[in-house]
């Protein structure tokens, strides 16, 4: 929530409703494909949009983390999966496995779904890097008030929190609190005075808040609602182009193109599974093209 | 017709039997800029409250009288009626912004009210330009400084346009630049708009040349009603205490005067007109000569010290050298940024220098853990809060003392004495007011008996009275053997109390010695006392001096009299 920063290029500007969209639509297609073909041309069109967002340095970090889960879930499945039949390396046998049997197919399988954790992550980690979480909170707070309320202020109130914690613990250290040695136990028990500090420091401050949201007028009847959110031609194309991205692949499920039988034996890639993918992948790319002829030329800047 | 009138008002806090306000009569007219002042508990905060209507209806309690607000009831208003009237900013500006975004902040008040997104989006373009915000309007609420974020509050409180305007201490958590600037924006939208004004401040130097009228309350009453105007001075009533005045005007009720300038401009018209009617006495006070006393040891010795934060490139300490000898009296002045802060952790071990060393009686500090270090350098910072959780002060001293290791020898007991605290020593130190909660934070860091007090900002929020008892209170100490260094924004402060100053300016010592030495001449660093006396009498610097100085002439003005008769 704290890793937003505001960068100056297209895909920053869209409407927050535009990017929630890209968001869902490819986290929803993700979780309908199983196919290695759909999830790749997912992957690359992903790819593309944080590259053009210019969020790359943190993909990576994402990417770190994940690549390591996605070879421990290769390495899982071909230890544990017998459902293969291409087998390509008979091991000796190990206690409560059985014997070692690495096949071909457990090995696609793992790699297949490694493929769609990176999908997921690399979403997950557009949303958390190019959209603004205040902006996407009050999309919905026409539908929920309180609680969408209740949530921006949490989120105001977290980075005051981590300074107070910052500021009081180093007071409490002053004053003879040891919170740099010790075991786990001592130090978390020497931490309660800040704890507690906290703690009161931040009662007194929502008191604080909800008068001050009283003197201006919270609660005394319905609220309107105002967003200074620019609606301009370059939403509506890439919420067309999502959507029809969203159809091809439900059109793709429907059909049956877009699972993938790893088992016994690999299922045969054929034309129109890939040309579904292609459609799918070349559509979602549509920000990060826009985001390059919008650097590029600056005529086309002021009419998209 | 009066803009606000206010009839026999008492109120009682719920679960209370003593009156916060007791038989309040007032009529403030229209476009009338008032401040109210006087001690924490007096019922400034109450009033202005029952005026907003968030007393009773926040707030509970028992209310009894009338408020009038342009000849209508406020009982008879409803509330969001109300809030378009009467807007109310409030001390900290961290606790009355609920939004991240500025934008959002102000238009948070204009929601409330349900008005459509068009006008929302006039009023805050015409708000941000009028306060000069606009450059910061997308910007997150947590990238701003005090004086942006209570500017702000400022706006969004103004965006509901309301005739009235209250601000409750609304620049006591902000440096003097910024609470300068604060200052400006208010009477502006006074002068400007005709916006009727009530502050409670406790600076009244900072603001009483631009009110109309000082109210000044105590015990819940209000205990004088002063007029300003174009006069050269006030009249101050002599039954109402001085400890409310400015240094400037309490020095001149110090030295029985009966008119008091608010301003130095208006002081030194006092004074010349006092030597144009007779002879010029010598009036220059002697020179000190070196003031800080017996020499003593280095107790703390910095050389070469340079300090820049991680993750970042600029230097915020550059090759600053600093020795503070024992018994010595230290306040380093300087503005934001210039490193005031910093240096203070490097002394504490909460920062480690980057280059150059701090040696504390000739040992190297970076060998130290702040832990090893904290039984010999105490720290204050600017709020009591971060200090206290136990559930009684006598708790809280002992507190302290446990984690240190050290045996209770009677000396809190005494300690608590001193400092007034004995009659509280099983309340509960949340449970005290702003001065009291101080002394118990100052208490229980000085019980260790630590040879250096390090203090930051030690005057903020505080009014003139307790200002004066942490000076003495500080003297005191100082007396007993405590080297005491404090960083301060606050001249005059610094000029009562402190025995050396130190100017920093961009991570550098600019100068240090003695108070008399550094600000006598100084322009912006110079206390009001020696603006006054500025070219009229050399070593005035504060107003124990001021006084022996003004008594003096008026003493040569009264012996003039009687060799002429």
Redesign the interface.
């Known amino acids: 929530m704290l890793t937003y920063r505001f960068k100056d290029n297209l895909i920053y500007r869209l409407h927050p409703l535009t990017q929630m969209v890209f968001v869902s639509v490819v986290f929803v297609l993700a979780l309908i494909f199983s196919h290695p073909v759909y999830l790749l041309g997912l992957l690359i069109s992903v790819w593309a949009v944080i590259l053009a967002a210019g969020s790359l340095k943190e993909w990576k970090s994402y990417i770190r983390f994940s690549l390591l889960m996605a070879a421990l879930i290769v390495l899982i499945n071909v230890f544990f999966s017998r459902a293969g039949s291409t087998i390509i390396y008979q091991g000796p046998g190990l206690p409560l496995i059985g014997s070692l049997e690495v096949s071909l197919e457990a090995i696609a399988y793992g790699l297949g779904m490694s493929l769609r954790l990176l999908v997921i992550i690399s979403i997950f980690c557009f949303y958390s890097c190019a959209i603004d979480?205040?902006k996407a909170l009050?999309l919905f707070s026409r539908m929920g008030g309180k609680s969408v309320?209740a949530i921006?202020?949490s989120?105001?109130l977290f980075?005051?929190m981590i300074k107070?914690f910052r500021?009081?613990t180093?007071?409490?250290?002053?004053?003879?609190?040891?919170l740099?040695?010790g075991s786990w136990w001592e130090r978390a028990r020497n931490s309660i005075?800040i704890i507690?500090?906290m703690l009161?420091?931040s009662l007194?401050?929502s008191m604080?808040?909800?008068?001050?949201?009283?003197?201006?007028?919270?609660?005394?009847?319905?609220?309107?609602?105002?967003?200074?959110y620019f609606w301009r031609p370059r939403d509506r194309f890439i919420i067309v182009l999502t959507m029809i991205a969203l159809l091809t692949g439900i059109w793709s499920a429907w059909q049956g193109w877009s699972s993938f039988s790893y088992y016994p034996v690999l299922q045969p890639i054929e034309h129109p599974e890939v040309i579904g993918a292609i459609i799918i992948a070349s559509v979602l790319l549509l920000p990060a093209i826009l985001n390059w002829g919008w650097m590029k030329w600056p005529a086309l800047k002021s009419r998209i | 017709m009066a803009g606000i009138k206010i009839q026999d008002l008492n109120y009682c806090y719920p679960e209370t039997i003593k009156p916060a306000l007791n038989r309040i009569n007032l009529e403030v007219s229209e476009g009338q800029l008032l401040i109210i002042t006087g001690n924490s508990g007096s019922g400034k905060s109450t009033l202005l409250r029952a005026i907003s209507g968030l007393i009773p209806a926040f707030y509970n309690g028992n209310l009894t009288g009338k408020i009038y607000l342009n000849g209508i009831d406020t009982a008879q208003i409803d509330r969001r009626q109300m809030v378009q009237e009467v807007g109310m900013v409030f001390q900290n500006p961290e606790s009355q912004l609920v939004m991240m975004n500025v934008e959002q902040e102000i238009a948070f008040g204009l929601e409330n009210l349900g008005l459509p997104a068009q006008i929302i989006k006039r009023r805050i373009m015409e708000i941000s330009s009028s306060l000069g915000i606009s450059s910061y309007l997308g910007h997150n609420v947590s990238e701003l400084s005090g004086g942006q974020k209570q500017k702000v509050a400022l706006a969004a409180v103004l965006a509901m346009h309301p005739g009235i305007l209250l601000l409750d201490e609304p620049t006591s958590q902000l440096d003097p630049v910024a609470a300068e600037e604060l200052l400006n924006v208010i009477r502006r939208l006074n002068e400007d708009h005709g916006t009727t004004v009530i502050m409670i401040e406790q600076r009244l130097e900072r603001c009483c040349h631009l009110a109309d009228r000082i109210l000044v309350m105590e015990n819940g009453v209000i205990s004088a009603d002063i007029k300003t105007g174009n006069r050269a001075g006030v009249m101050w009533p002599p039954r109402v205490s001085v400890t409310y005045l400015p240094p400037l005007p309490g020095l001149f009720a110090r030295a029985g005067f009966q008119e008091l300038p608010l301003t130095v401009k208006q002081g030194r018209q006092m004074i010349k007109a006092i030597l144009a009617a007779g002879i010029k006495p010598d009036l220059s006070l002697g020179d000190f000569g070196d003031l800080s006393g017996k020499p003593g040891e280095a107790l703390l010795e910095i050389t070469d010290l340079w300090y820049s934060y991680p993750n970042s490139t600029d230097e915020v300490l550059k090759n600053l050298s600093l020795t503070v000898k024992e018994g010595d009296f230290i306040a380093i002045m300087g503005e934001n940024g210039a490193g005031k802060t910093t240096l203070l952790k490097n002394l504490n071990g909460l920062l480690r220098p980057r280059r150059g060393k701090v040696f504390l009686d000739g040992q190297d500090t970076r060998e130290m853990a702040v832990e090893e270090l904290a039984p010999s350098i105490a720290y204050l910072s600017q709020d009591p809060n971060d200090f206290l959780f136990m559930p009684t002060v006598r708790e809280e001293i002992a507190f302290t003392l446990k984690n240190l290791n050290l045996q209770e020898d009677g000396y809190s007991e005494t300690m608590l004495y001193k400092f007034k605290l004995d009659t509280y020593t099983n309340c509960n130190p949340r449970d005290l007011s702003t001065g009291e909660r101080q002394r118990v934070a100052l208490a229980s860091v000085l019980a260790s008996k630590p040879r250096l007090l390090l203090l930051d900002e030690p005057t903020r929020g505080l009014d003139y009275q307790l200002k004066e008892e942490l000076g003495r209170l500080l003297e005191e100490i100082n007396r007993q053997g405590t080297t005491v260094v404090m960083v301060t924004h606050d001249v005059d402060f610094a000029a009562e109390y402190a025995r050396d100053i130190c100017l920093m300016f961009d991570g550098e010592v600019i100068e240090l010695g003695d108070k008399y030495k550094v600000l006598q001449h100084a322009t912006f660093y110079s206390p009001q006392v020696a603006r006054l006396f500025h070219k009229i009498a050399d070593n005035v610097i504060n107003v124990a001096d001021g006084v022996v100085v003004l008594q003096e002439l008026t003493h040569s003005i009264r012996q003039d009299a009687v060799s002429f008769w």
């Open positions: 979480p205040d009050r309320l921006t202020l989120a105001r980075p005051l107070d500021r009081i180093e007071i409490q250290r002053c004053r003879g609190v040891n740099s040695s005075p507690s500090i009161l420091s007194e401050r604080q808040l909800a008068e001050s949201m009283y003197a201006r007028g919270y609660g005394s009847g319905p609220r309107s609602c105002y967003e200074r």
